[in-house]
């Protein structure tokens, strides 16, 4: 009898200790999740760390050794970004890939922050609007009429089908408009032309292409910006894996998405702090 009472005790004891440890994870859990979520202000970046380990691991280090991003929305509904404002000056440099006919963003930052913007764009409409645009008619924006690609080639682009719109995109596509032949570049070519080895902000809306361009800036781990904005057009895909991939792909090379809208289809990723 008494050994029964003794190997009672035992399980009771084992249990018990499980039942503490269950509970002090459990807390430990609790508690870097509240450090999480009252750090970061932005809900979709908290959902992605809660999600992402590399993410989550970033966020933490970051709050303990680095100013936490000052986000901003600045532009209209159809043509506005966010971005973070809190290391940019009127020194700062802005390539703007893909304007159409909304430059809201574009005169937004430069009035706020007195900085570059370098707006590039080959479509025809978007040229003449442009053209048109007084708020641009100054030295602190410069346009080059080249759309953006992994090689410096002409390439050959359709436009919408319906001549309201501005938007083409890469390929000679059916069921659309007309094509025309257009130059692309690449960003180190413009940036050497340009004098330069670092951007702050590279923005990029370019219809589809963004998928070659960072699966090639992925594979060379050539990032020379501090903020990169993406427009993503997912909806193209013949297959949505690409769409992950390439996400991963930039996680992996050191970025976070400090903002997302529209169903993912807008995003801001910020450069993941370095570990202390």
Same mark, same amino acid.
């Given at each position: 009898?008494?050994?029964?009472?003794?190997?009672?005790?035992?399980?009771?004891?084992?249990?018990?200790?499980?039942?503490?440890?269950?509970?002090?994870?459990?807390?430990? &859990?609790?508690? =870097?999740?509240?450090? @999480?979520?009252?750090?970061?202000?932005?809900?979709?970046?908290? @959902?992605?760390?809660?999600?992402?380990?590399?993410?989550?691991?970033?966020?933490?280090?970051?709050?303990?050794?680095?100013?936490?991003?000052?986000?901003?929305?600045? %532009?209209?509904?159809?043509?506005?970004?966010?971005?973070?404002?809190?290391?940019?000056?009127?020194?700062?440099? &802005?390539?703007?890939?893909?304007?159409?006919?909304?430059?809201?963003?574009?005169?937004?930052?430069?009035?706020?922050?007195?900085?570059?913007?370098?707006? $590039?764009?080959?479509?025809?409409?978007?040229?003449? $609007?442009?053209?048109?645009?007084?708020?641009?008619?100054?030295? !602190?924006?410069?346009? =080059?009429?080249?759309?953006?690609?992994?090689?410096?080639?002409?390439?050959?682009?359709?436009?919408?089908?319906?001549? /309201?719109?501005?938007?083409?995109?890469?390929? /000679?596509?059916?069921?659309?408009?007309?094509?025309?032949? &257009?130059?692309?570049?690449?960003?180190?070519?413009?940036?050497?032309?340009?004098?330069?080895?670092?951007?702050? @902000?590279?923005?990029?809306? =370019?219809? %589809?292409?963004?998928?070659?361009?960072?699966?090639?800036?992925?594979? !060379?781990?050539? $990032?020379?910006?501090?903020?990169?904005?993406?427009?993503?057009?997912?909806?193209?895909?013949?297959?949505?894996?690409?769409?992950?991939?390439?996400?991963? %792909?930039?996680? /992996?090379?050191?970025?976070? &998405?400090?903002?997302?809208?529209?169903? %993912?289809?807008?995003?801001?990723?910020? !450069?993941?702090?370095?570990?202390?």
């Amino acid at each position: 009898m008494p050994k029964v009472a003794l190997a009672r005790s035992s399980s009771s004891r084992s249990n018990n200790m499980f039942n503490i440890h269950r509970k002090r994870h459990a807390g430990l &859990v609790a508690l =870097i999740l509240t450090v @999480i979520a009252t750090t970061v202000n932005n809900q979709e970046r908290y @959902i992605s760390v809660a999600l992402e380990p590399p993410l989550r691991n970033a966020v933490v280090s970051s709050t303990s050794s680095q100013e936490s991003p000052v986000l901003k929305n600045v %532009g209209t509904q159809y043509g506005g970004w966010t971005y973070d404002t809190s290391n940019l000056s009127a020194d700062s440099m &802005v390539y703007s890939i893909g304007l159409g006919e909304d430059t809201s963003w574009d005169e937004g930052i430069m009035k706020k922050h007195g900085l570059q913007v370098w707006g $590039f764009d080959p479509t025809p409409k978007s040229l003449k $609007f442009l053209e048109s645009r007084q708020e641009l008619r100054t030295d !602190r924006f410069h346009l =080059i009429a080249e759309g953006l690609a992994t090689t410096k080639h002409k390439a050959t682009f359709t436009m919408p089908k319906n001549p /309201d719109h501005v938007s083409m995109r890469e390929g /000679d596509l059916s069921n659309l408009g007309d094509t025309v032949e &257009v130059l692309v570049n690449t960003l180190e070519n413009w940036m050497e032309a340009n004098g330069q080895t670092h951007l702050d @902000i590279v923005k990029m809306d =370019i219809e %589809g292409s963004e998928y070659d361009v960072m699966e090639d800036w992925i594979a !060379r781990d050539f $990032f020379p910006m501090d903020q990169l904005l993406v427009e993503w057009h997912f909806r193209w895909l013949d297959e949505q894996s690409r769409h992950d991939r390439v996400l991963k %792909g930039l996680i /992996d090379r050191g970025w976070y &998405v400090a903002h997302s809208q529209n169903n %993912g289809q807008e995003q801001t990723f910020l !450069r993941t702090p370095a570990l202390s």
